[in-house]
Protein backbone atom coordinates (compact mmCIF):
# COMPACT_ATOMS: atom_id res chain seq x y z
CA UNK A 1 0.00 0.00 0.00
CA UNK A 2 1.18 3.40 -0.92
CA UNK A 3 2.53 5.36 2.27
CA UNK A 4 0.00 8.24 1.20
CA UNK A 5 -3.22 5.71 1.59
CA UNK A 6 -1.90 4.19 4.64
CA UNK A 7 -1.54 7.49 6.05
CA UNK A 8 -5.30 8.63 5.33
CA UNK A 9 -6.64 5.35 6.74
CA UNK A 10 -4.27 6.11 10.36
CA UNK A 11 -5.93 9.55 9.99
CA UNK A 12 -9.32 8.73 9.77
CA UNK A 13 -9.37 6.20 12.33
CA UNK A 14 -7.65 8.55 14.33
CA UNK A 15 -9.97 10.87 14.09
CA UNK A 16 -13.10 8.80 14.23
CA UNK A 17 -11.37 7.37 17.61
CA UNK A 18 -11.30 11.23 18.87
CA UNK A 19 -14.82 11.53 18.02
CA UNK A 20 -16.74 8.66 19.49
CA UNK A 21 -14.47 8.03 22.95
CA UNK A 22 -16.11 10.97 24.73
CA UNK A 23 -19.65 9.58 24.07
CA UNK A 24 -18.75 6.07 25.38
CA UNK A 25 -19.70 5.09 29.12
CA UNK A 26 -22.08 7.93 29.40
CA UNK A 27 -24.90 6.60 31.71
CA UNK A 28 -28.16 7.30 30.01
CA UNK A 29 -30.23 8.04 32.73
CA UNK A 30 -28.76 11.68 33.56
CA UNK A 31 -30.51 14.37 32.40
CA UNK A 32 -29.23 16.37 29.35
CA UNK A 33 -28.03 19.52 30.99
CA UNK A 34 -25.59 17.41 33.02
CA UNK A 35 -24.30 15.31 30.45
CA UNK A 36 -23.37 18.44 28.37
CA UNK A 37 -21.37 19.63 31.17
CA UNK A 38 -19.52 16.43 31.34
CA UNK A 39 -19.03 16.49 27.74
CA UNK A 40 -17.55 20.09 27.90
CA UNK A 41 -15.78 20.02 30.75
CA UNK A 42 -14.34 16.50 31.47
CA UNK A 43 -14.77 14.03 28.30
CA UNK A 44 -13.36 16.67 25.66
CA UNK A 45 -10.98 18.27 27.14
CA UNK A 46 -9.45 14.77 28.63
CA UNK A 47 -10.05 13.25 24.95
CA UNK A 48 -8.28 16.17 23.27
CA UNK A 49 -5.51 15.94 26.09
CA UNK A 50 -4.54 12.26 25.56
CA UNK A 51 -4.71 12.93 21.55
CA UNK A 52 -2.06 15.62 22.08
CA UNK A 53 0.25 13.57 24.99
CA UNK A 54 0.07 10.36 23.23
CA UNK A 55 1.35 12.20 19.97
CA UNK A 56 4.17 13.83 21.78
CA UNK A 57 5.10 10.61 23.62
CA UNK A 58 4.96 8.61 20.03
CA UNK A 59 6.73 11.31 18.31
CA UNK A 60 9.65 11.40 20.75
CA UNK A 61 9.92 7.87 20.99
CA UNK A 62 10.59 7.81 17.21
CA UNK A 63 12.95 10.17 17.28
CA UNK A 64 15.06 8.37 19.28
CA UNK A 65 14.75 5.24 17.65
CA UNK A 66 15.79 7.18 14.33
CA UNK A 67 18.78 8.60 16.07
CA UNK A 68 20.00 5.60 17.55
CA UNK A 69 19.17 3.24 15.14
CA UNK A 70 16.96 0.76 17.19
CA UNK A 71 13.41 0.20 17.73
CA UNK A 72 14.34 -0.53 21.49
CA UNK A 73 15.82 3.15 22.00
CA UNK A 74 12.78 5.74 23.40
CA UNK A 75 12.74 8.34 25.82
CA UNK A 76 11.84 5.80 28.25
CA UNK A 77 14.62 3.23 27.85
CA UNK A 78 16.99 6.04 27.76
CA UNK A 79 16.14 7.24 31.62
CA UNK A 80 14.60 10.31 29.44
CA UNK A 81 11.08 9.41 31.43
CA UNK A 82 12.62 8.40 35.01
CA UNK A 83 14.24 11.56 34.58
CA UNK A 84 11.61 14.24 34.20
CA UNK A 85 9.32 11.91 36.46
CA UNK A 86 12.10 12.64 39.59
CA UNK A 87 12.16 16.21 38.60
CA UNK A 88 8.56 16.59 38.93
CA UNK A 89 8.37 14.47 42.23
CA UNK A 90 11.21 16.45 43.82
CA UNK A 91 9.26 19.27 42.73
CA UNK A 92 6.08 18.14 44.75
CA UNK A 93 7.75 17.05 47.81
CA UNK A 94 9.58 20.35 48.40
CA UNK A 95 6.27 21.86 48.03
CA UNK A 96 7.81 24.38 45.63
CA UNK A 97 5.62 26.25 43.82
CA UNK A 98 6.35 28.25 40.94
CA UNK A 99 5.52 29.47 37.17
CA UNK A 100 6.89 31.02 34.51
CA UNK A 101 4.80 32.75 31.40
CA UNK A 102 1.69 30.91 32.92
CA UNK A 103 3.76 27.89 32.67
CA UNK A 104 3.54 25.64 35.78
CA UNK A 105 7.02 25.33 37.40
CA UNK A 106 6.11 20.94 37.52
CA UNK A 107 7.16 21.51 33.59
CA UNK A 108 10.31 23.27 34.41
CA UNK A 109 11.36 20.64 37.25
CA UNK A 110 10.71 17.90 34.91
CA UNK A 111 12.23 19.32 32.03
CA UNK A 112 15.61 19.63 33.67
CA UNK A 113 15.26 16.16 35.20
CA UNK A 114 14.98 15.12 31.46
CA UNK A 115 17.55 16.90 30.42
CA UNK A 116 20.03 15.70 33.07
CA UNK A 117 19.17 11.92 32.41
CA UNK A 118 19.93 12.46 28.82
CA UNK A 119 23.42 14.03 29.36
CA UNK A 120 24.53 11.60 31.59
CA UNK A 121 23.61 8.69 29.03
CA UNK A 122 24.74 10.46 26.16
CA UNK A 123 27.65 11.81 28.35
CA UNK A 124 29.02 8.41 29.22
CA UNK A 125 28.26 7.05 25.58
CA UNK A 126 30.29 9.80 23.78
CA UNK A 127 33.05 9.17 26.92
CA UNK A 128 33.42 5.92 26.17
CA UNK A 129 34.47 5.81 21.97
CA UNK A 130 33.03 2.77 19.89
CA UNK A 131 30.39 2.18 22.40
CA UNK A 132 26.82 0.02 21.06
CA UNK A 133 23.75 0.56 20.63
CA UNK A 134 23.63 -2.44 23.65
CA UNK A 135 25.91 0.09 25.88
CA UNK A 136 23.65 2.83 25.42
CA UNK A 137 20.46 0.94 26.13
CA UNK A 138 22.14 -0.48 29.63
CA UNK A 139 23.01 2.95 30.30
CA UNK A 140 19.45 3.78 29.90
CA UNK A 141 18.11 1.31 32.37
CA UNK A 142 20.44 2.09 35.04
CA UNK A 143 19.65 5.57 34.92
CA UNK A 144 16.03 4.73 35.19
CA UNK A 145 16.85 2.46 38.29
CA UNK A 146 18.95 4.82 40.23
CA UNK A 147 16.21 7.66 39.00
CA UNK A 148 13.65 5.33 40.59
CA UNK A 149 15.28 4.93 43.85
CA UNK A 150 15.60 8.52 44.02
CA UNK A 151 11.59 8.63 43.31
CA UNK A 152 11.05 5.98 45.87
CA UNK A 153 13.19 7.90 48.67
CA UNK A 154 11.59 11.34 48.06
CA UNK A 155 8.62 9.70 47.79
CA UNK A 156 9.01 8.24 51.42
CA UNK A 157 10.01 11.68 53.07
CA UNK A 158 6.98 13.09 51.61
CA UNK A 159 3.97 13.74 53.54
CA UNK A 160 0.73 11.28 53.42
CA UNK A 161 -0.82 13.32 50.81
CA UNK A 162 2.25 14.21 48.96
CA UNK A 163 3.29 10.68 48.77
CA UNK A 164 0.07 9.49 47.50
CA UNK A 165 0.16 12.18 44.72
CA UNK A 166 3.25 11.17 43.69
CA UNK A 167 2.45 7.35 43.59
CA UNK A 168 -0.86 7.92 41.78
CA UNK A 169 0.89 10.05 39.36
CA UNK A 170 3.57 7.83 38.91
CA UNK A 171 1.33 5.25 37.42
CA UNK A 172 0.40 7.98 34.75
CA UNK A 173 -3.10 9.34 34.78
CA UNK A 174 -5.10 12.04 32.49
CA UNK A 175 -8.24 12.54 34.82
CA UNK A 176 -8.11 16.16 34.19
CA UNK A 177 -10.57 18.83 34.56
CA UNK A 178 -11.16 21.98 32.13
CA UNK A 179 -9.13 22.99 29.02
CA UNK A 180 -6.02 24.32 31.53
CA UNK A 181 -3.65 20.98 31.51
CA UNK A 182 -4.35 21.09 27.17
CA UNK A 183 -3.24 24.50 27.03
CA UNK A 184 -0.16 24.02 29.66
CA UNK A 185 0.97 20.90 27.46
CA UNK A 186 -0.12 22.42 23.66
CA UNK A 187 2.30 24.79 23.64
CA UNK A 188 5.34 22.13 23.94
CA UNK A 189 3.98 19.61 21.95
CA UNK A 190 3.44 22.09 19.00
CA UNK A 191 7.29 23.63 19.21
CA UNK A 192 8.69 19.97 19.62
CA UNK A 193 6.63 18.50 16.67
CA UNK A 194 7.45 21.60 14.68
CA UNK A 195 11.23 21.19 15.42
CA UNK A 196 11.18 17.39 14.23
CA UNK A 197 9.00 18.24 10.89
CA UNK A 198 11.84 20.91 10.18
CA UNK A 199 14.22 18.12 10.82
CA UNK A 200 12.78 15.64 9.17
CA UNK A 201 15.15 15.08 6.31
CA UNK A 202 17.96 14.56 8.69
CA UNK A 203 16.47 11.96 10.36
CA UNK A 204 16.88 10.51 7.27
CA UNK A 205 20.14 10.57 6.75
CA UNK A 206 20.77 9.48 10.80
CA UNK A 207 19.00 6.40 10.13
CA UNK A 208 21.22 5.73 7.44
CA UNK A 209 24.16 6.25 10.48
CA UNK A 210 26.31 8.71 11.54
CA UNK A 211 29.32 9.06 8.96
CA UNK A 212 27.02 8.60 6.06
CA UNK A 213 24.93 11.61 7.21
CA UNK A 214 28.35 13.41 8.38
CA UNK A 215 29.32 12.67 4.41
CA UNK A 216 26.54 14.24 3.08
CA UNK A 217 26.48 17.46 5.22
CA UNK A 218 24.27 16.85 8.18
CA UNK A 219 25.84 18.54 11.56
CA UNK A 220 25.02 15.78 13.43
CA UNK A 221 25.98 17.01 17.06
CA UNK A 222 23.96 20.29 16.32
CA UNK A 223 21.36 18.42 15.21
CA UNK A 224 21.28 15.56 17.76
CA UNK A 225 21.70 18.46 20.55
CA UNK A 226 18.69 20.49 19.28
CA UNK A 227 16.63 17.07 18.72
CA UNK A 228 17.49 16.32 22.30
CA UNK A 229 16.62 19.70 23.77
CA UNK A 230 13.02 20.00 21.95
CA UNK A 231 12.35 16.27 22.93
CA UNK A 232 13.62 16.22 26.61
CA UNK A 233 11.52 19.77 26.53
CA UNK A 234 8.48 17.48 24.92
CA UNK A 235 8.75 14.76 27.24
CA UNK A 236 9.21 16.39 30.19
CA UNK A 237 5.82 18.58 29.72
CA UNK A 238 3.91 15.52 29.38
CA UNK A 239 5.44 13.72 32.56
CA UNK A 240 5.03 16.66 34.59
CA UNK A 241 1.00 16.43 33.61
CA UNK A 242 -0.10 13.12 33.07
CA UNK A 243 2.67 11.01 34.75
CA UNK A 244 5.14 8.78 32.36
CA UNK A 245 2.92 6.75 30.30
CA UNK A 246 5.00 4.12 28.84
CA UNK A 247 5.87 2.13 26.04
CA UNK A 248 3.82 4.72 23.41
CA UNK A 249 7.20 5.91 22.19
CA UNK A 250 8.48 2.76 21.12
CA UNK A 251 5.23 0.58 19.95
CA UNK A 252 3.41 3.46 18.31
CA UNK A 253 6.48 4.85 15.75
CA UNK A 254 7.29 0.94 15.13
CA UNK A 255 4.14 -0.05 13.84
CA UNK A 256 3.78 3.34 12.14
CA UNK A 257 7.02 2.01 10.64
CA UNK A 258 6.02 -1.45 8.94
CA UNK A 259 2.87 0.47 7.74
CA UNK A 260 4.31 3.71 6.01
CA UNK A 261 8.26 2.72 5.68
CA UNK A 262 11.03 4.51 7.04
CA UNK A 263 10.79 7.96 5.05
CA UNK A 264 10.16 10.52 8.03
CA UNK A 265 8.06 12.96 6.00
CA UNK A 266 5.07 10.31 6.21
CA UNK A 267 6.57 8.73 9.59
CA UNK A 268 5.96 11.84 10.94
CA UNK A 269 2.32 12.87 10.16
CA UNK A 270 1.59 9.01 10.55
CA UNK A 271 3.11 8.99 14.29
CA UNK A 272 1.28 11.95 15.49
CA UNK A 273 -2.02 10.53 14.71
CA UNK A 274 -1.04 7.06 15.50
CA UNK A 275 0.52 8.08 18.97
CA UNK A 276 -3.11 9.92 19.74
CA UNK A 277 -5.20 7.65 18.90
CA UNK A 278 -3.65 4.90 20.48
CA UNK A 279 -3.91 6.84 23.84
CA UNK A 280 -7.04 7.76 23.79
CA UNK A 281 -8.18 4.42 23.10
CA UNK A 282 -5.87 2.94 26.15
CA UNK A 283 -7.91 5.86 28.27
CA UNK A 284 -10.95 5.07 27.26
CA UNK A 285 -10.29 1.16 28.29
CA UNK A 286 -8.63 2.65 31.62
CA UNK A 287 -12.03 4.83 32.38
CA UNK A 288 -14.45 1.77 31.08
CA UNK A 289 -12.86 -1.48 32.50
CA UNK A 290 -13.95 -1.49 36.00
CA UNK A 291 -16.38 1.85 35.50
CA UNK A 292 -17.41 3.98 37.99
CA UNK A 293 -13.58 3.72 38.95
CA UNK A 294 -10.86 4.05 36.72
CA UNK A 295 -7.41 2.75 36.33
CA UNK A 296 -4.19 4.59 35.26
CA UNK A 297 -3.81 4.57 31.77
CA UNK A 298 0.24 4.07 32.37
CA UNK A 299 -0.73 0.35 33.46
CA UNK A 300 -3.11 -0.28 30.81
CA UNK A 301 -0.35 0.88 27.77
CA UNK A 302 2.30 -0.74 29.74
CA UNK A 303 0.62 -4.04 29.77
CA UNK A 304 0.39 -3.98 26.17
CA UNK A 305 3.92 -2.47 25.85
CA UNK A 306 6.00 -5.06 28.13
CA UNK A 307 4.89 -8.28 25.62
CA UNK A 308 5.93 -6.22 22.84
CA UNK A 309 8.61 -5.21 24.43
CA UNK A 310 10.04 -8.84 24.48
CA UNK A 311 8.31 -9.78 20.75
CA UNK A 312 10.88 -6.90 19.77
CA UNK A 313 13.88 -8.12 21.75
CA UNK A 314 13.28 -11.59 20.66
CA UNK A 315 12.85 -10.36 16.96
CA UNK A 316 16.03 -8.24 16.61
CA UNK A 317 17.57 -11.05 18.57
CA UNK A 318 17.03 -13.87 16.04
CA UNK A 319 17.46 -11.00 13.23
CA UNK A 320 20.80 -10.30 14.26
CA UNK A 321 22.04 -14.19 15.11
CA UNK B 1 46.90 21.33 -12.50
CA UNK B 2 45.60 22.59 -9.71
CA UNK B 3 46.38 22.07 -5.98
CA UNK B 4 42.54 20.33 -4.40
CA UNK B 5 43.66 19.02 -1.18
CA UNK B 6 46.43 19.91 0.56
CA UNK B 7 47.47 18.31 4.04
CA UNK B 8 50.22 19.95 6.33
CA UNK B 9 51.54 17.20 9.55
CA UNK B 10 48.04 16.19 10.29
CA UNK B 11 47.22 14.19 13.40
CA UNK B 12 44.79 12.87 15.13
CA UNK B 13 44.89 11.68 18.95
CA UNK B 14 41.44 10.14 20.51
CA UNK B 15 42.07 10.30 24.08
CA UNK B 16 45.66 10.13 24.82
CA UNK B 17 46.13 7.43 21.61
CA UNK B 18 48.01 8.94 18.39
CA UNK B 19 46.02 7.53 15.72
CA UNK B 20 47.85 9.29 13.24
CA UNK B 21 50.68 11.54 13.11
CA UNK B 22 52.16 14.36 10.91
CA UNK B 23 50.61 13.03 7.52
CA UNK B 24 51.52 15.50 4.73
CA UNK B 25 50.27 14.94 0.84
CA UNK B 26 48.77 16.79 -1.94
CA UNK B 27 46.54 16.47 -4.66
CA UNK B 28 45.77 17.77 -7.52
CA UNK B 29 42.38 17.87 -9.65
CA UNK B 30 42.02 14.96 -11.33
CA UNK B 31 44.80 12.97 -8.81
CA UNK B 32 44.04 9.38 -7.55
CA UNK B 33 45.67 8.66 -4.19
CA UNK B 34 45.60 4.93 -3.24
CA UNK B 35 46.18 4.55 0.65
CA UNK B 36 47.94 1.76 1.90
CA UNK B 37 48.96 0.20 4.76
CA UNK B 38 48.44 -2.74 7.30
CA UNK B 39 45.23 -3.12 9.61
CA UNK B 40 45.09 -0.61 12.27
CA UNK B 41 47.46 2.33 10.03
CA UNK B 42 45.12 4.79 10.43
CA UNK B 43 43.67 4.54 6.83
CA UNK B 44 40.37 4.66 7.65
CA UNK B 45 40.94 7.79 9.72
CA UNK B 46 42.61 9.75 7.01
CA UNK B 47 39.42 9.55 5.12
CA UNK B 48 37.53 10.35 7.91
CA UNK B 49 39.10 13.52 9.06
CA UNK B 50 38.65 14.68 5.30
CA UNK B 51 35.49 14.26 5.41
CA UNK B 52 34.90 16.04 8.79
CA UNK B 53 33.28 12.67 10.48
CA UNK B 54 36.91 12.69 13.13
CA UNK B 55 38.21 16.40 14.27
CA UNK B 56 41.41 17.34 13.19
CA UNK B 57 43.92 17.25 16.42
CA UNK B 58 47.08 19.06 14.80
CA UNK B 59 47.69 20.73 11.63
CA UNK B 60 46.03 22.43 8.84
CA UNK B 61 43.46 20.41 5.85
CA UNK B 62 43.18 22.89 3.17
CA UNK B 63 40.86 22.54 0.36
CA UNK B 64 40.43 24.55 -2.41
CA UNK B 65 43.16 26.72 -0.82
CA UNK B 66 40.80 27.01 2.27
CA UNK B 67 40.79 25.81 5.89
CA UNK B 68 38.53 22.94 6.19
CA UNK B 69 36.88 24.23 9.09
CA UNK B 70 35.81 27.31 7.73
CA UNK B 71 33.39 25.13 5.49
CA UNK B 72 29.83 24.25 6.73
CA UNK B 73 29.20 20.45 6.81
CA UNK B 74 26.79 21.07 4.04
CA UNK B 75 29.78 23.17 1.64
CA UNK B 76 31.99 20.51 2.76
CA UNK B 77 29.46 17.84 1.05
CA UNK B 78 29.40 19.92 -1.98
CA UNK B 79 33.39 18.83 -2.82
CA UNK B 80 33.86 15.71 -1.00
CA UNK B 81 31.45 12.51 -0.89
CA UNK B 82 32.40 9.12 0.65
CA UNK B 83 31.52 5.53 0.30
CA UNK B 84 31.86 3.72 3.91
CA UNK B 85 33.44 0.36 4.49
CA UNK B 86 30.53 -0.55 6.47
CA UNK B 87 27.60 -2.37 4.09
CA UNK B 88 24.88 -0.34 2.73
CA UNK B 89 22.49 -4.12 2.88
CA UNK B 90 21.78 -3.17 6.67
CA UNK B 91 20.07 0.38 6.24
CA UNK B 92 15.88 0.64 5.64
CA UNK B 93 15.87 2.13 2.31
CA UNK B 94 14.80 1.34 -0.91
CA UNK B 95 17.68 2.18 -3.51
CA UNK B 96 16.16 5.48 -5.03
CA UNK B 97 15.43 7.16 -1.74
CA UNK B 98 18.81 6.18 -0.43
CA UNK B 99 20.46 7.88 -3.32
CA UNK B 100 18.00 10.56 -3.57
CA UNK B 101 18.31 11.87 0.32
CA UNK B 102 22.33 12.49 -1.21
CA UNK B 103 21.13 15.37 -2.26
CA UNK B 104 20.75 16.54 0.68
CA UNK B 105 23.59 19.47 0.81
CA UNK B 106 21.63 21.28 -1.76
CA UNK B 107 18.64 21.72 -0.27
CA UNK B 108 17.23 23.64 2.97
CA UNK B 109 13.57 22.25 4.34
CA UNK B 110 12.01 24.04 2.39
CA UNK B 111 12.90 23.53 -1.00
CA UNK B 112 11.46 20.76 -3.54
CA UNK B 113 13.06 18.75 -5.68
CA UNK B 114 14.80 20.27 -8.94
CA UNK B 115 15.16 19.48 -12.44
CA UNK B 116 18.79 19.53 -11.99
CA UNK B 117 18.37 16.93 -8.52
CA UNK B 118 16.49 14.18 -11.16
CA UNK B 119 19.51 15.51 -13.48
CA UNK B 120 21.82 14.05 -10.90
CA UNK B 121 19.87 11.31 -9.77
CA UNK B 122 19.28 9.43 -13.19
CA UNK B 123 23.52 10.57 -14.69
CA UNK B 124 24.59 8.88 -10.99
CA UNK B 125 22.48 5.88 -11.55
CA UNK B 126 23.11 5.77 -15.55
CA UNK B 127 27.19 5.70 -14.90
CA UNK B 128 26.91 3.14 -12.17
CA UNK B 129 24.18 1.18 -14.10
CA UNK B 130 21.61 1.22 -11.00
CA UNK B 131 18.65 2.54 -12.19
CA UNK B 132 17.11 -0.77 -12.82
CA UNK B 133 17.51 -1.46 -9.02
CA UNK B 134 16.41 1.72 -7.99
CA UNK B 135 12.43 0.56 -6.23
CA UNK B 136 14.06 -2.30 -4.64
CA UNK B 137 15.16 -2.35 -1.05
CA UNK B 138 18.78 -2.33 -0.44
CA UNK B 139 18.30 -5.40 1.84
CA UNK B 140 17.29 -7.22 -0.87
CA UNK B 141 21.03 -6.00 -2.86
CA UNK B 142 24.06 -8.21 -3.77
CA UNK B 143 27.24 -7.29 -2.56
CA UNK B 144 28.21 -5.93 -6.08
CA UNK B 145 25.21 -4.14 -6.46
CA UNK B 146 25.02 -2.72 -3.24
CA UNK B 147 28.79 -0.96 -4.04
CA UNK B 148 27.11 0.29 -6.80
CA UNK B 149 24.36 1.92 -5.38
CA UNK B 150 26.47 3.14 -2.55
CA UNK B 151 28.56 4.71 -5.61
CA UNK B 152 25.89 6.20 -7.26
CA UNK B 153 24.69 7.86 -3.70
CA UNK B 154 27.75 9.07 -3.82
CA UNK B 155 27.73 10.34 -7.00
CA UNK B 156 24.46 11.58 -6.65
CA UNK B 157 26.42 14.23 -4.49
CA UNK B 158 27.88 15.89 -7.25
CA UNK B 159 31.07 16.11 -5.31
CA UNK B 160 34.37 16.96 -7.32
CA UNK B 161 35.98 14.47 -4.85
CA UNK B 162 35.11 11.12 -3.99
CA UNK B 163 36.64 8.95 -0.57
CA UNK B 164 36.07 5.25 -1.05
CA UNK B 165 37.12 3.24 2.03
CA UNK B 166 38.16 -0.39 0.93
CA UNK B 167 35.30 -0.53 -2.02
CA UNK B 168 36.01 -4.01 -2.86
CA UNK B 169 36.99 -5.92 0.04
CA UNK B 170 33.95 -8.00 0.67
CA UNK B 171 33.56 -8.19 -3.87
CA UNK B 172 34.23 -11.52 -5.34
CA UNK B 173 37.07 -11.24 -8.10
CA UNK B 174 34.49 -10.07 -10.93
CA UNK B 175 32.86 -7.63 -8.86
CA UNK B 176 36.08 -6.53 -7.80
CA UNK B 177 37.06 -5.63 -11.34
CA UNK B 178 33.93 -4.26 -11.84
CA UNK B 179 33.61 -1.56 -9.13
CA UNK B 180 37.51 -0.98 -9.91
CA UNK B 181 36.84 -0.47 -13.89
CA UNK B 182 34.16 1.69 -12.65
CA UNK B 183 36.53 3.81 -10.29
CA UNK B 184 38.56 4.49 -13.02
CA UNK B 185 35.74 5.40 -15.34
CA UNK B 186 34.89 8.05 -13.00
CA UNK B 187 38.54 9.47 -12.56
CA UNK B 188 39.61 9.42 -16.17
CA UNK B 189 36.23 10.35 -17.84
CA UNK B 190 34.27 12.55 -15.38
CA UNK B 191 37.32 13.93 -14.07
CA UNK B 192 36.35 13.14 -10.42
CA UNK B 193 39.36 13.04 -8.15
CA UNK B 194 39.42 9.81 -5.98
CA UNK B 195 41.17 9.03 -2.60
CA UNK B 196 40.59 5.31 -1.86
CA UNK B 197 41.85 2.54 0.92
CA UNK B 198 42.78 -0.31 -0.48
CA UNK B 199 44.60 -3.62 0.66
CA UNK B 200 44.80 -4.90 -3.03
CA UNK B 201 48.58 -3.20 -3.85
CA UNK B 202 48.44 -4.38 -7.89
CA UNK B 203 45.63 -2.25 -8.01
CA UNK B 204 46.94 0.63 -6.52
CA UNK B 205 49.59 0.20 -8.56
CA UNK B 206 48.37 -0.39 -11.73
CA UNK B 207 45.27 1.82 -11.61
CA UNK B 208 45.88 4.43 -9.21
CA UNK B 209 48.57 8.04 -9.40
CA UNK B 210 49.90 8.62 -6.38
CA UNK B 211 50.20 6.04 -3.47
CA UNK B 212 50.62 6.72 0.52
CA UNK B 213 51.85 4.00 2.31
CA UNK B 214 50.76 4.33 6.11
CA UNK B 215 51.95 2.06 9.30
CA UNK B 216 51.61 3.10 12.62
CA UNK B 217 49.30 6.48 11.79
CA UNK B 218 52.88 7.44 10.20
CA UNK B 219 53.96 7.88 6.39
CA UNK B 220 55.96 5.59 5.77
CA UNK B 221 56.30 6.25 1.72
CA UNK B 222 54.81 8.88 -0.46
CA UNK B 223 55.11 8.79 -4.07
CA UNK B 224 54.26 8.24 -7.72
CA UNK B 225 52.24 4.94 -7.93
CA UNK B 226 54.29 2.84 -10.83
CA UNK B 227 57.35 3.09 -8.49
CA UNK B 228 55.38 1.52 -5.47
CA UNK B 229 56.01 -2.28 -5.88
CA UNK B 230 59.35 -2.53 -3.99
CA UNK B 231 60.65 -5.71 -1.87
CA UNK B 232 61.95 -3.37 0.75
CA UNK B 233 58.87 -0.99 0.78
CA UNK B 234 56.62 -3.64 0.88
CA UNK B 235 58.71 -5.86 3.80
CA UNK B 236 58.91 -2.52 5.78
CA UNK B 237 55.10 -1.77 5.57
CA UNK B 238 53.40 -5.38 6.09
CA UNK B 239 56.66 -7.35 7.79
CA UNK B 240 55.91 -9.90 4.80
CA UNK B 241 58.26 -10.72 2.45
CA UNK B 242 56.96 -10.33 -1.31
CA UNK B 243 57.64 -11.92 -4.97
CA UNK B 244 57.27 -9.51 -8.00
CA UNK B 245 56.66 -11.22 -11.78
CA UNK B 246 54.82 -9.49 -14.72
CA UNK B 247 51.43 -9.65 -15.63
CA UNK B 248 50.83 -11.65 -18.81
CA UNK B 249 48.54 -9.63 -20.46
CA UNK B 250 49.94 -6.28 -19.09
CA UNK B 251 53.15 -6.56 -18.16
CA UNK B 252 52.94 -4.27 -15.55
CA UNK B 253 54.61 -5.08 -12.37
CA UNK B 254 52.90 -7.94 -9.88
CA UNK B 255 53.63 -8.39 -6.25
CA UNK B 256 53.11 -11.65 -4.54
CA UNK B 257 53.42 -12.53 -0.84
CA UNK B 258 56.16 -14.50 -0.40
CA UNK B 259 54.79 -18.05 0.83
CA UNK B 260 57.99 -19.42 1.97
CA UNK B 261 58.61 -19.57 5.85
Keep these: MKPSLSLVLISIAS ?91 TSFAAFSGALLAISIVYGISRFRQGFSTETLLLTGVAISFFFSSLILFTQYLSNVTDSFRILRWLMGELSIVGYGDLMQLLPFVTLCVAIIIWLSRELNLLM ?83 APAEIPVGVITTLLGGPFFLWLLIRSRSKTA | MSLLIQSHDLSLSIGNKTLLNNISFEVNKGDYLCIVGPNGAGKSSLLKLLMGILPISEGNLLLNNKLVSAYSQKQLAQL ?162 FIFLDHPQTGAKIALPDEQL
Excluded at chain 1, 64 to 89: C, E, I, K, Y
Excluded at chain 1, 272 to 288: E, H, N, P, S
Excluded at chain 2, 161 to 189: A, C, G, K, M, W
Aim: glycine residues 8%; proline residues 4%; neutral net charge.
Design chain 1, 208 to 290: AGDDIAISRGVAVKQVRYILFFSTSMCVGAIVALCGPIGFIGMMVPHICRLIVGTDHRWLIPASLMFGGGFLVVCDTIARLII
Design chain 1, 15 to 105: ILILLLSPMLGLDAQVNAEIKHRIMTEIRIPRVLFAFVAGSGLALCGMVFQAMFHNPLATPFTLGVASGASLGAALYVSLGLSFSFLGING
Design chain 2, 80 to 241: ISYVPQSSGRQLPFSVAEFVKMARYPFHSALSDWQPADQQALENAFDITDTGQFSSRQMSTLSGGECQRVMIAAALCQQSPILLLDEPTSFLDPHHQVEVHRLIRTLNQQHQITIIEVSHDLNHASQHSKQILALKGGETLWLGQADKFLEAKRLHALYDQD
